[in-house]
């Protein structure tokens, strides 16, 4: 017997709002569960490799340093993989990782992947670790701080626009957009960029064990291929991942047949969540998109 199109119309609509509700009803469930008590690592899963992505422009990320302590505490993991693909970033936050990984480094394995670019800040970071790979072709390097501005006064000018600045002290306004540097500030300016020279270089003469002039002929603020920064000592090894597993098996005893796992700053509430969503919204994709998007040309075009 043939069903009526309007009744079969209707018992997928109701289908559909169902797999919504009970989506919805899962992700609550989950995220109450997770918030209330949470899942030790050790229930989660036994000894692993962590894996740690750096990514992008380095900053001052609190979750992130709070995330590789975590790992230093955790008895479950048994080193870690820093990958490194980022420019640089702002010199407190290559600051906070490295002081995180040093912790990190000082009771664990760690070593150090750099990807396409490897530089500044993204190159810093990397000192911590016991043995840095690098590929032929990636950019490293950079090893000094930059601070940058600008200066209008004389567009003011043309434009008729007089800026006026009541400042504290006459440093306080230095550099400013309106004014060119004077000697005085362009002193104090240059103090503070050397100062943190000075910790960028000595972060990297204690890394790859370096007296510091050397280090200081090497970080001019160029940029090295991989290749060049292995012939300087800035990296120890050409691989990548790989060739990092096999050198923690061997110089480390870390088994290669430890599983990996990503070291995500994220909360385990914050994990489940996400993780739950996504698992919904494939199940509505499937069961609410998927069927309007797969069109049966033997059906009757109300069925379609």
Known sequence: MALDPDLLIDRRRLKRRLTFWRGGAVIAVLVALFAWFGVPAEVVGGAHVARLT????????RRLVRAIDDATRDNTVRAMILAVDSPGGTMAGGEALHGALARFAAQKPLVATLGGTAASAGYMIAMPAARVFAREGTVTGSIGVLLQSFEGSELLGVLGVRPETIASGPLKDQPSLFRPLTPEGRAALTAVVQDLYAQFVGMVA???????DRVRSLADGRVYTGRQALALGLVDAIGGEPEARAWLAAERQVPDSLPVRVLDPRGLPERAFASALSSAGKTLFAEWLGPLLRIDASLPLWQR
Do not use: F, L, N, V
């Not at 204690?206 to 007296?211: E, I, K, T």
């Open 54 to 61: 750096i990514s992008g422009t380095i900053s001052d990320d």
């Open 206 to 212: 204690a890394g790859r064990h370096m007296d510091e």
